[in-house]
């Protein structure tokens, strides 16, 4: 294993949209890979067709894409494995079905969806399994001109992997350790369905990620049961010296730690739990998502990053290529974690701090345009660096906080708590003082408007801060007075003083 170059995969299903946790299983594979110079490959399970939803896999590399995290070989990338979605790989998986029939390590088994109900009826916690499986209509049970007869007439059948009780099964997980199962509890499993000539989702994997060269498989906690189970196949197959190492990742969990994260969770207190928007070709049904929602990727990233595993230490704004470098499966929590979405919206936060002006500048313009101001982009970057810093989790928060940069204040309310606290009785001769003031200055800029107000406020005694902030915005919001005035121009600005001088004198 250690001479093998390593080879990870993130393998969804095309039932629909990504869950949240399906994409904190591709980071942590992603992330493993890059720490060791390995591949990550992008395949698709389609094995259940009953399942399938169109548009469901698009959705799934779109969510990637903006995710920013990218993939080797798979589905839409190409590579030397292929294919790579498993609904192309019949006949691949044809090979090795009949290599266990042939080597006795599975078995055709007959029993009618009625038999089997009927059975579960009688016995009660009823398991297919060496107990059972001598009671049941099966190659086992059968005559051989019966099993031959059964499938020369076309009857449906199924392929179950032959489990022998009474042995204790290790699996070497790298987080959990050594992880022991007696393989009694095991039933024997389906491992390939006639109907639609498509294997199920244990034998498949194996195969695809045998021949795939997959050194390690990093995959939710829910398939920890079933681990076991895929030891048994590597040996059956006789692929036990090559069979990759094992990781299962905690549960994401409700916020209140109190079962699995679900998308009514995310309805209920009004977080998303998809990565895009997701529009449910099935039911109509429209679900948010991250980045509609105003989430930056990388806010995303470093969220889900953390939630499970951690580089101990208080550092917690990591660049995706930080956490390639401090990234440790090993340290991975056994046990489920918390979605504190409350902490997202501070991940967003500090990544909006952190941003270029100029990269947040588009986002904020399209809300502009939305409300039918259109300004230069420039001008849009200048807003969003004063603004940016007020208590904000998303760019559309902006536009409520700073509409007055572009539409001056339509009329002055004494009912306004600030206006009613400022504008005082000498409000209206401090500001006429400031406007003949600002009106005589030749340099308009911050610097210069500090210095002449600054020095008039102080020779004087006032304090006409507040009040002009007043007859600039209307009310108690905005950046720093000379930052807004200067953005405004003296034209605008001196407008605007004149008006509320007028109205509120």
Known sequence: MTQRKVRVRFAPSPTGALH???????????????????????????????????????????SFRWLGIPFDEGVSFGGEHGPYRQSERRDIYKKYVQELLDAGKAYIAFDTPEELEAKRQEIQNFQYDASTRGMMRNSLSLPADEVERLLAEGRQYVVRFKIEPGEDIHV??????????NSSILDDKVLYKSADELPTYHLANIVDDHLMEVTHVIRG???????????LLYRAFGWADTMPKFAHLPLLLKPDGKGKLSKRDGDRLGFPVFPLEWHDPKTGEVSSGYRESGYLPEAVINFLALLGWNPGTDQEIMSLDELVKLFDITKCSKAGAKFDYVKGLWFNREYILMKDNKELAPAFDKILRE????????RVEAV????????????????????????????????????????TETAAADMAELTALLEGLDDFSVEG????????????????????????VGTGKGPDMYELSAFLGKEETLRRMRKAIDVLK
């Open 221 to 231: 906690e829910e398939w920890l049961p079933s681990a076991p189970l895929h030891v």
């Open 449 to 472: 408007q500090k210095a002449a107000v600054d020095r008039w406020a102080e020779e004087t005694g006032k304090k006409p801060w507040n009040p002009w902030r007043v007859a600039l």
């Open 371 to 378: 409300n039918g101001i259109e300004a230069p982009m420039e």
């Open 20 to 62: 949240i946790g399906g994409v904190r299983t591709a980071l942590y594979n992603y992330l493993f890979a890059r720490q060791h110079g390995g591949e990550f490959i992008f395949r698709i399970e389609d094995t259940d067709s009953n399942r399938f939803v169109p548009g469901a896999e698009e959705y799934i590399l779109e």
């Open 384 to 423: 969003v660096g004063m603004m940016k810093m007020k208590k904000i989790n998303f760019i559309k928060e902006l536009w409520p906080l700073c509409d007055f940069f572009f539409i001056a204040p339509e009329t002055y309310s004494r009912e306004d708590k600030f206006v009613r606290k400022n504008w």
């Open 172 to 181: 070497d997980d790298m987080i959990r350790g050594d992880v022991v199962i």
